[in-house]
């Protein structure tokens, strides 16, 4: 299928490791989006890419966060030092541009931090 | 501080009748609101949309209305179906800002 795909599905850790997670938005989508559900809670923005444009890291939690997109396309969010609290479902979605365009979501990354 | 709020983390009701999904917000330059739908071990999937300056919504068996003055919006789904079982997030759009602002979700389950 041509939708958003994320890896790994799954993805269990200890605590003090780095992770990466991936995410291929859908072909010619120019918008990417992270977010994060964590046990109860709704979907909570991380960090937006737009083009060419300097993303909008706004909802990262810490440093230990970060996030990159090369060539426009696949993005990788990296988490260091993982800590319990940072265990949640990491979902990306993709947009074809800004604003109030509809997001389509992968199926997400279920990280787990021992 | 939960700026979109679904009060409501579970519902249930049979087959055919009415499915009544609410949700509440704070934040009043919120101007384009959005629910979507979740299965399990999926991601989330657009469902339906209202702007601001709109009341009402419709799609099919799905309608969406708006009360801005009571920061109040509901979406009904009629008749519901079993495959509409499902985890249901409110979003909502600020301004020009491009994230959404997410509830933390109401589990419907439709019964035979």
């Known amino acids: 299928g041509a939708g958003v795909s994320q890896s790994p599905s799954n993805k269990v850790t200890e605590k003090g490791k780095d992770v990466e997670l991936r995410c291929d938005p859908i072909?010619?989508?120019?918008?990417l989006y992270w977010y994060r559900q964590s046990l109860g809670q709704g979907l909570e923005f991380l960090i937006y890419?737009?083009?060419?444009?300097?993303?909008?890291k706004s909802g990262l939690p810490s440093d230990r966060f970060s996030a990159e997109r090369t060539g426009g396309s696949v993005s990788t969010l990296t988490i260091q030092r993982t800590q319990q609290e940072d265990s949640a479902v990491y979902l990306c979605?993709?947009?074809?541009?800004?604003?109030?365009?509809?997001?389509?979501f992968g199926p997400g990354t279920r990280l787990t931090v021992l | 501080d939960q700026q979109v709020k679904q009060n409501s983390p579970s519902l249930s009701v049979q087959e055919g009748r009415i499915s009544i999904l609410n949700c509440d917000y704070t934040?009043?330059?919120?101007?384009?609101f959005l629910w979507y739908k979740k299965y399990p071990a999926e991601g989330p999937t657009f469902l339906i949309s209202?702007?601001?300056?709109?009341d009402k919504n419709e799609d099919g068996r799905f309608t969406v209305f708006l009360n801005k003055s009571a920061k109040h919006l509901s979406l009904h789904i009629v008749p519901s179906q079993p495959g509409d079982s499902a985890v249901y997030f409110c979003?909502?759009?600020?301004?020009?800002?491009?994230?959404?602002?997410f509830g933390t979700g109401t589990r419907l389950q439709v019964t035979l």
């Open positions: 979605a993709s947009s074809s541009t800004s604003g109030r365009n509809t997001q389509y």
């Open positions: 072909s010619g989508h120019t918008a």
């Open positions: 890419f737009q083009g060419n444009s300097a993303p909008d």
């Open positions: 934040n009043s330059m919120f101007d384009y």
């Open positions: 209202i702007s601001s300056i709109k």
């Open positions: 979003a909502a759009f600020t301004g020009t800002a491009s994230k959404l602002t």
